[in-house]
Every structure is written in structure tokens, then in C-alpha cells.
């Protein structure tokens, strides 16, 4: 019997105070910082995910690394037929693919979560878009990140309406006068 997935993070997440300003100073540390800074290190917060009866509860993690490594795990199971989702803030998840359903377990437990793998790629891609959403909604000029604009640009958000479409427009026409682009 397949569950429902879901996928849902705490409002309450902390940024970097190092990307919390706006400004020239702030505008060149932003764009400058590697991508490794930006999913481990800017957006820390709690999550819950469920995969069917089995709820995976992460405190204290890269909300954006969890994404992003969510994709990756999923990326993996659609072509190997099983992978693993290793994410700070809770242990590993083992995925595997029966068909069309996916199963998870976290190591040493009994608990096996079942849900459809379309479930499990719209949550993943539905969280993306959202949290990406939020963040450059809160301050615009992380898109003149490269791997934020990138993960902005591939999680659909810039195509859900007139404010995203400028909210992105505005970190071009910055990131041209930077000279970044």
C-alpha cells in the first residue's frame, strides 16, 4: 500500500548574517561566496519529511544541502533503482524502487516508508521551488549568487509570476553592472 509524501520546513530558519544586508559590500560577499557556503552554511532549519507512514525528523540542517540533496538521491534511485539521502541533522535514509513505489528505511530501524516515486519528485521539486522562493523573496540579491540563481532558474520559481520574473530581471541587470555576468 502506497502513503503520500511530504516534505515541510520550519518558517523559522536561520540565515548567515553574512548575506542579511543589502549593499555594494554585501552585494560582492554574496556573489562571491562558493556553492559549497551557500547550501551548508547560509539557510540552517528544521524539516520533517514523510514517506508514507514513516516520518524522518531533521533538526538543525541545510535546508538548502537537504534539497538539493533530495534531487540527487532521487536522480539516483530513477536510474539505479536504489540510493541513499545523506543529509546533516538526521541519519540516512536507504531508498529503493519497487515499480512505481519507492521505499524507505533509516538503518537499524524497522520502519519502512512507502510512497509513489511521482509523489516523491513533485515533494522534492515543490520544496525547491518554494524554499528558493522564500529566500530571494526575503533578499532579492542572492540571486546574484551564481548557484542560487542557477537553483532559481532550475526550480521553476522565476516562472510563477510577474514578481519572480523581476525579482530575477533585477539580479541580471545588477549582475551585468557587477561585471559577473
Known amino acids: 500500500m ?23 559590500v554585501d552585494r560582492s560577499r554574496i556573489a562571491a561566496a562558493e556553492e559549497w557556503v551557500v547550501r551548508e552554511r547560509w539557510f540552517i532549519g528544521s524539516l520533517s519529511f ?14 538548502l544541502d ?39 528505511r533509516r538503518r537499524g530501524s524497522d520502519v519502512v516508508g512507502v510512497a509513489e516515486f511521482v509523489d516523491l519528485a513533485k515533494v522534492s521539486a515543490k520544496f525547491m ?5 522564500d529566500c530571494t523573496r526575503l533578499v532579492p540579491d542572492l540571486l546574484l549568487n551564481d548557484s542560487i540563481e542557477r537553483i532559481y532558474r ?5 516562472e510563477l509570476g510577474r514578481d519572480r520574473f523581476l525579482r530575477h530581471s533585477r539580479a541580471v541587470s545588477i549582475r551585468n ?5
Do not use: C
Open 66 to 104: 537537504f534539497s538539493m540533496s533530495l534531487r540527487y538521491a532521487l536522480n539516483l534511485l530513477a536510474a539505479d533503482g536504489d540510493s541513499t539521502l545523506v543529509a546533516e541533522g538526521g541519519s540516512e535514509i536507504h531508498l529503493s524502487l519497487d515499480g512505481r513505489h519507492v521505499e524507505s
Open 177 to 181: 553592472s557587477m561585471g559577473l555576468s
Open 2 to 24: 502506497s502513503g503520500l509524501a511530504d516534505l515541510s520546513y520550519a518558517k523559522n530558519w536561520e540565515f548567515d548574517p553574512e548575506v542579511s544586508g543589502q549593499g555594494d
Open 50 to 63: 514523510r514517506v508514507g507512514e514513516a516520518i524522518y525528523e531533521y533538526g538543525r540542517t541545510p535546508l
Open 154 to 158: 532550475e526550480s521553476g520559481a522565476r
Open 129 to 133: 521551488r518554494e524554499f528558493i522562493d
